[in-house]
Antibody
Framework: QVRLLESGPVLVKPSQTLTLTCTVSGGSVNSGDHYWGWIRQPPGKGLEWVGYIADSGSAYHNPSLKGRLSISVDRSKNLLSLKLSSVTGADTAMYYCSGAGGRIDNSNYFYRYFDYWGQGTRVTVSS | ETVLTQSPSTLSLSTGERAALSCRASQTVISSYVAWYQQRPGQPPRLLIY???NRATDIPDRFSGSGSGTDFTLTISRLEPEDFAIYYC??????????FGPGTKVDIK
């Protein structure tokens, strides 16, 4: 059974860089069947895809984060990391580590969906 | 950019009733790109439906997904107490690459 465990600071000051890690167990960040990444949820609001990374190392980011985001993996430790620079109050959220599986449909369209979720780690940006 | 709209924003029903939740895309999408997620209070989201109509692992058969084009529906045939939650539809393949609707809250009448 795949388990995702997020960790990181609870409080980050504005303009600083937020760094989160996610330990993947029961699965591998090296496998090609899942992309691994992050989804966030501001307090009382909906879900926002942050980004994910493929086994090839190619990363896909939400354009709204405008170059502030870096997602990487440590393959030896089965660890996923997020770095978000120049944070503001708008980055206050619950951050979920996630695994995105994929399928090919009957018309040969490939698609992804999030079938693995961590419990989340709450981050507040405040001075 | 494809925007997802969900309706109603809140659905008040009783245990045993049928729930139909709507997700509408601002333009035609490939049906398989639509998924549904459930989020119970204080819990992370959970995948219910992928590819518009495929139940995820261990999801009871009272949950079903349907739709095509711009209109998609999540149906819960008979509400159980644990089904009172927020439901999000999600879309792959637009810009950003993955997006979510604003959610429908199903609460107890």
């Amino acid at each position: 059974q795949v388990r995702l465990l997020e960790s990181g600071p609870v409080l980050v000051k504005p303009s600083q860089t937020l760094t989160l890690t996610c330990t993947v167990s029961g699965g591998s960040v090296n496998s090609g069947d899942h992309y691994w990444g992050w989804i966030r949820q501001p307090p009382g609001k909906g879900l926002e895809w942050v980004g994910y990374i493929a086994d090839s190392g190619s990363a896909y980011h939400n354009p709204s984060l405008k170059g502030r985001l870096s997602i990487s993996v440590d393959r030896s430790k089965n660890l996923l990391s997020l770095k978000l620079s120049s944070v503001t109050g708008a980055d206050t959220a619950m951050y979920y580590c996630s695994g995105a599986g994929g399928r090919i449909d009957n018309s040969n369209y490939f698609y992804r969906y999030f079938d693995y979720w961590g419990q989340g780690t709450r981050v507040t940006v405040s001075s | 950019e494809t925007v997802l709209t969900q309706s109603p924003s809140t659905l008040s029903l009783s245990t045993g009733e049928r729930a139909a939740l709507s997700c509408r895309a601002s333009q035609t999408v490939i049906s398989s790109y639509v998924a549904w997620y459930q989020q119970r209070p204080g819990q992370p989201p959970r995948l219910l439906i992928y590819g518009a109509s495929n139940r995820a692992t261990d999801i009871p058969d009272r949950f079903s997904g349907s739709g095509s084009g711009t209109d998609f529906t999540l149906t819960i045939s008979r509400l159980e107490p644990e089904d009172f939650a927020i439901y999000y539809c999600g879309l792959y393949g637009s810009s950003p690459l993955l997006t979510f609707g604003p959610g429908t809250k199903v609460d107890i009448k």
